[in-house]
């Protein structure tokens, strides 16, 4: 079977989302985004399948800057709708919990819940990983879902703690060969974005990110996403700004 890369373990939402559009694929779990990045690069897996964007806490600014780094290429997209609980060591309360596990978007998507509570955060590699190594530590608590629980044996102290009721996160498939499609996600160095941002009136704009280029002062790359119904306009487009990156094509989902 295919060989897809996630970053986290069983139970965390990067698995919840695989299993739901790759349930026959064989899951290759990673410790971070860039440790799946360089297993697609090595040939231990023949894709990735990375959170990109979350309709609560925004983009994901790391991973735009891997996949520009990389070579490779979005091909699909996937949205997911992610429900966080508070997770404990069997037996505990709401009252025991000092101090909360997760990876850094889980806890901003709970920021409201957490403060409100007066409960103290520390960043963690993922949201499963969390749950699973808070088991048997008192005063600890875990941001992850309720699948967690169930697997690494955890008490739900309180459930749906998300800021916002309607939590998506966009999770994008990446490959070494790609096609165009109706959508595109480009990257733009800074002294080519005020041209190409004028050539776009036939496209549909769907998002904008910039990012600092670490080897420049306060220079920035941009991200690009756009839509179009004529395929064929794609390479018009990159022919006349040849800087621009390409950076994978899909059929979007919505």
């Known amino acids: 079977s295919v060989r897809i890369g996630i970053q986290g373990l069983a139970a965390s939402y990067s698995d919840a989302a695989l299993l739901q559009t790759s349930p026959h694929a064989t899951k290759v779990f990673c410790d971070s985004f860039s440790d799946v ?7 231990r897996i023949d ?3 990375l959170p990109f964007e979350n309709s609560t806490a925004g ?11 990389s070579g490779f290429f979005v091909t699909d997209e996937y949205l997911h709708r992610v429900e966080h609980c508070l997770l404990g060591p069997m037996g505990s309360t709401l009252n025991d919990v000092q101090v909360v596990w997760s990876h850094p978007q889980a806890l901003a998507q709970c920021s409201r819940f957490l403060k409100d509570h007066g409960l103290r955060t520390e960043p963690y ?7 699973r190594d808070i088991g048997r530590q008192r005063g600890k608590a875990a ?4 699948r967690a629980a169930q697997l690494y044996g955890l008490e739900v102290l309180k459930q749906n703690i998300n800021d916002e009721a309607v939590n998506w996160t966009r999770f994008l498939t990446i490959e070494k060969q790609w096609a165009w499609a109706k959508r595109a996600i480009f990257s733009c160095p800074p002294q080519d974005f005020q ?6 009136a036939n496209f549909r704009f769907i998002s904008l990110l910039s990012q600092p280029i670490q080897t420049e002062g306060w220079g920035h790359r941009y991200f690009i996403e756009l839509s179009t119904e ?5 390479k018009d487009l990159i022919t006349k700004h040849r800087n621009v990156k390409v950076l994978g094509s899909f059929d979007c989902k919505r």
């Open 37 to 43: 990045f360089a297993a697609l690069q090595d040939g």
């Open 47 to 49: 894709k990735a399948f």
């Open 59 to 69: 983009f994901i600014g790391e991973n735009y800057q891997l996949l520009h780094g």
């Open 125 to 131: 590699f993922d949201t499963a990983g969390a749950a």
């Open 143 to 146: 941001v992850a879902s309720i």
């Open 195 to 200: 041209e190409f941002m004028a050539d776009l």
């Open 230 to 234: 004529t395929i064929g306009s794609w």
